[in-house]
């Protein structure tokens, strides 16, 4: 590496005394034509001044901020990498549009099914908390007397008014209804009147 750097000062060295050798025989003679000088005078110098600044970087003595190279075809690099990276900017931003929207649509029905659940919890709660507050009075029991054909007695529950409705219309039946409802009549009276007597004493 130290040889490269050496041949690149003699090559600086040499360009230098090249370049003033030129400049003073071109002056001097006028042996060349202005343009030719102008160009290999040009040249010169972008030479001369590459090899000094590589000898600058490679020893440090100055700054590496001040380094200026040239871009040999970025730009036109970057104008052909362009369109396709505006496309896959669009590629990208449509994916993330889409990936949004359903993340959104995911979060709203997730959050009805939660609205639904705690609606239903609350209700089952309030429900619960109305009935405990409420004292249900037990139901009193009806019996009924029957006296069979051959002579002996049978109870049996009170059914509900349609089911008598719904057994067949016989003669014995009706009589049956008619003495049950004469004797449950009675039996009230009975009950009113011992209570009636228990309140006027």
Known sequence: MKIHLLLGVVVLILLQSAYATSDTKAVSTNQLPMTTTRAKLTFVKVVAKKLHDLWENYYGRSDEHTFVGRCIGVARKIRQLLPIMIFLMGVILTKLGFLTLFSLKTMALLGLLLLINASAFAAKVATAFALKGEHKH?????????????????????????DHKSGEASPEIDWDRVESYNLYNKLLRQSQMRSYEEFTR
Do not use: A, N, R
């Open 138 to 162: 037990p139901q009193t029991v009806h019996y009924h007397v029957h006296k069979d054909p051959l002579g002996g007695y049978y109870t049996e529950h009170s059914s509900p008014g349609w």
